[in-house]
């Protein structure tokens, strides 16, 4: 039975795309047959994250109003034979996502797939409410900052009010959270939430952490998911959070600060 996994926050900026792009990477790397679709209609950015920018043709609205069947909108992913992107719109309006529309594409992928994942534009109105309707999972990603975190909570309630699952009374969405550009240094010096506290303002189950990296943006800027950064601890942290999704246990890494050797401290060094 195929799942749809929502990624979202509520606050822009936060690294859902990126997270959206490397953890349906993690999915199809582990031999599942995934598609992450873009919900960003107007400001489309995962294509670019996933190197495929120059292969779009048709986006999610084609297939919405009928000018294009879902197959030839899918981008087959450079990376991985079993992942495919549906791209967003550059040129549309949000409204032009209906929840009809996207009810339908998604019956049609469940039939092929074994992941869907949703990436949600920064906000709550219309682009992302059509992005987490039909979740039955959700990744809730947030930074250690106090406005990042309170945006989050405010997801969480809407997923618990106004998603499909909570309209028609069946099992409540199964919440996930990942904390990204975490930095323990700066929790140690009292410059960014640690863990503990996101988890204790939230209270939702921690499913990863991102270590804070200059490795990403470099990703992004050669069109290549995260995860795919070779020997990087961002490249890590993802595939440990990919590995915990798939129900493996495996231990928390990057939440503690790096001891410094007495050698390191008296001579410098890296």
């Known amino acids: 039975m195929a799942k749809v996994i929502v990624v979202t926050s509520g606050k822009g900026g936060v690294g859902k795309t990126t997270t ?7 999915l199809a790397m ?4 995934t ?4 919900f960003d209609v107007g400001l489309r950015n995962l294509d670019l994250i996933m190197g495929c920018e120059r292969r779009v043709v048709f986006d999610i609205i084609n297939v919405i109003n009928g000018d294009a069947a879902l197959s030839r909108a899918l981008i087959k992913d450079k990376h991985c034979d079993n992942l495919f992107v549906l791209p967003a719109s550059q ?3 949000k409204d032009a996502l209906s929840l009809e529309g996207v009810e339908r594409i998604i019956n049609e992928l469940k039939e092929t797939f074994d992941y869907i994942v949703c990436d949600s534009p920064a906000g709550i109105e219309h682009g992302a409410f059509s992005a987490l309707y039909f979740a039955d999972e959700a990744l809730v990603v947030t930074n250690p900052e106090v406005s990042s975190v309170r945006d989050s909570d405010r997801i969480l309630g809407i997923l618990a009010a106004k998603s ?9 969405v199964k919440e996930h959270l990942l904390v990204t550009r975490y930095n323990p240094s700066r ?13 204790e303002i939230l209270r939702i189950p921690l499913l990863g952490v991102i270590p804070e990296s200059e490795s990403v943006l470099q990703a992004s800027n050669s069109g290549t998911p995260a995860i795919h950064i ?3 601890d961002v490249a890590e942290a993802y595939k440990d959070m990919v590995a915990r999704f798939m129900g493996d246990d495996v231990p928390m890494r990057f939440v503690a600060a790096e001891k410094v050797s007495l050698f390191k401290r008296l001579f410098g060094g890296h």
């Open 164 to 172: 499909k699952r909570a309209v028609e009374g069946l099992d409540p």
């Open 20 to 26: 959206s792009a490397s953890f349906a990477s993690g």
């Open 91 to 93: 040129t549309r309006d």
């Open 35 to 38: 598609v992450v679709i873009d």
């Open 187 to 199: 929790v140690a010096a009292g410059e960014m939430l640690s863990v503990d506290d996101i988890q």
């Open 30 to 33: 582990r031999g599942n047959k």
């Open 230 to 232: 070779d020997k990087s």
